[in-house]
Nanobody, 126 residues
Framework: QVQLVESGGGSVQAGGSLRLSCAAS????????MAWFRQAPGRERERVAG???????GYADSVKGRFTISIDNGKNNLYLQMDSLKPEDTAMYYC????????????????????WGQGTQVTVSS
């Protein structure tokens, strides 16, 4: 069972930066896509950035050019570097690990086998 623990959230002013980390106990066997999602109050969870089984990155249009996803396989850590933050980036951010058969590119399309972290809060003030 994959366990994920996020860290690095906090409060920043607009234009600032944060780096989120996700420590994984392991990766799903046979390959996986790894992704960051976020959920703001009153809104559905949405994809932010992901890595496909070959570790190619994909991004939501709203964060392209501002966020960068990366992975350190040696440490089983996933990262999200967030620059030029905007108030609309305020949300709880979640790390997700999904077996490859449930992945479409950099993001899962089925979630029944997705492992989730507990989330880390990001608040951006104007």
């Amino acid at each position: 069972q994959v366990q994920l623990v996020e860290s690095g959230g906090g409060s920043v002013q607009a234009g600032g930066s944060l780096r989120l980390s996700c420590a994984a106990s392991s990766y799903p066997t046979g390959g996986s896509c790894m992704a960051w999602f976020r959920q703001a109050p009153g809104r559905e969870r949405e994809r932010v950035a992901g890595l496909d089984v070959y570790r190619r990155a994909g991004y939501a249009d709203s964060v392209k050019g501002r966020f960068t996803i990366s992975i350190d396989n040696g440490k089983n850590n996933l990262y999200l570097q967030m620059d030029s933050l905007k108030p609309e980036d305020t949300a709880m951010y979640y790390c997700a690990a999904t077996p490859r058969l449930s992945c479409s590119g950099a993001f899962p399309y089925r979630f029944e086998n997705t492992a989730w972290g507990q989330g880390t809060q990001v608040t951006v003030s104007s």
